[in-house]
C-alpha cells in the first residue's frame, strides 16, 4: 500500500517523536552552555569548553573503559550461550523445552531492580567478592535473552531442508553448522550482540547491586548528578553514552531490516 498518511497521523507521529526525544535534546543543548549551574533557556551562551574539561577527567575514562570491557565480556557470553539454547530449544523437541525457552526470555522481562536483589542476594550467599566478573554475570544474564530471540526467530525462517540436505549429503553436525546455519544466522547473531552490547553498556540497576567499589560509566554519571558544578560535564558524559549505545543499534537494526522478506 503506497496511500499517503493523512496530516492527523503526521502529526501524531511527530508528536510522539518530540516526547521521545525531547530530553535527550535537552542533555545536547546543556552539554555546550556557557554557565556551570544554569538551566535557563535560551542558555546564557554557548561553549565547547566542557568536551575538553571531560576529556582531563581520568575517573571518567576509567569507567568509560570499564563499561566498556564489561560490554564486550558479557556480550561475548551472551552470544555463545544464546546461541546455543536457541539451537537446542528449535531444533529438539524435549520435555521442559517451552519451560527453558520461557526461562530464558524471563530476566529482561523482570524489574531491574529485582534481578540485581537475586543476583546480589546469591553472590553474598556464595562468599564471592564483587568485582568485574559479578557485574558481567550480571549483565550476561539479560544480554542472552537479545541474542536467543534473534537468532531462534532467525531459525523459524530458515528451511529445515536445508539441514536435512546437508545430512543426507554426508555432512557431519559440525560442518552442517559451520556451511548451513552459521551462514544464515551470522546477521542475526550480529544483530543480537550489538542490542546486547548497548544494553549491558548502559545498564546501571543490576550493576549497582553487582559492581561493589567498580563504578561504571552509568554509575559514574548518576554519582556525577549529585555535584551541581559538574552538570555541563555529566551531559557530554551522557551525549557519549548516548553515541556509543546509538551506533550498535543503528547497525542492528539495518541488519534485521536488510535480510527482511
Not at 503526521?10 to 555546550?32: D, E, N, Q, R, S
Not at 526467530?153 to 529445515?160: G, I, K
Request: glycine content about 6%; proline content about 5%.
Amino acid at each position: 500500500m503506497n496511500a499517503k498518511a493523512s496530516w492527523g497521523l503526521k502529526a501524531a507521529a511527530f508528536g510522539g517523536l518530540a516526547f521521545l526525544h525531547f530530553p535527550i535534546l535537552v542533555i545536547i543543548l546543556y552539554a555546550f552552555t556557557i554557565e556551570e549551574n544554569a538551566f535557563t533557556f535560551p542558555p546564557p551562551g554557548l561553549t565547547t569548553q566542557w568536551f575538553g574539561a571531560i576529556i582531563d577527567r581520568p575517573d571518567f575514562w576509567r569507567a568509560l573503559v570499564l563499561s566498556l570491557q564489561v560490554a564486550a565480556i558479557a556480550t561475548l557470553i551472551a552470544i555463545v550461550l544464546g546461541t546455543l539454547i536457541a539451537l537446542a530449544t528449535y531444533r529438539h523437541k524435549f520435555f521442559g523445552s517451552d519451560t527453558i525457552a520461557l526461562l530464558v526470555v524471563l530476566p529482561i522481562a523482570l524489574p531491574g531492580i529485582v534481578t540485581g536483589i537475586a543476583l546480589r542476594s546469591s553472590i553474598s550467599l556464595l562468599d564471592i567478592n564483587f568485582t568485574v566478573w559479578t557485574i558481567i554475570i550480571g549483565h550476561a544474564t539479560f544480554c542472552i535473552v537479545t541474542v536467543y530471540n534473534n537468532v531462534v526467530a532467525r531459525l523459524r525462517r530458515t528451511s529445515s531442508s536445508l539441514l536435512e540436505a546437508s545430512m543426507d549429503l554426508g555432512a557431519t553436525s559440525w560442518q552442517t553448522f559451520r556451511y548451513i546455519v552459521l551462514p544464515n544466522i551470522a546477521t542475526a547473531l550480529l544483530a543480537g550482540g550489538m542490542l546486547a552490547f548497548a544494553l549491558s553498556f548502559d545498564e546501571i540497576i543490576v550493576t549497582t547491586f553487582t559492581a561493589g567499589q567498580q563504578e561504571t560509566l552509568p554509575i559514574w554519571i548518576f554519582n556525577q548528578l549529585t555535584r551541581p558544578r559538574d552538570r555541563p560535564v555529566t551531559n557530554v558524559a551522557a551525549i557519549i553514552v548516548i553515541l556509543t549505545t546509538l551506533i550498535p543499534i543503528y547497525l542492528a537494526y539495518r541488519w534485521t531490516q536488510d535480510t527482511r522478506d
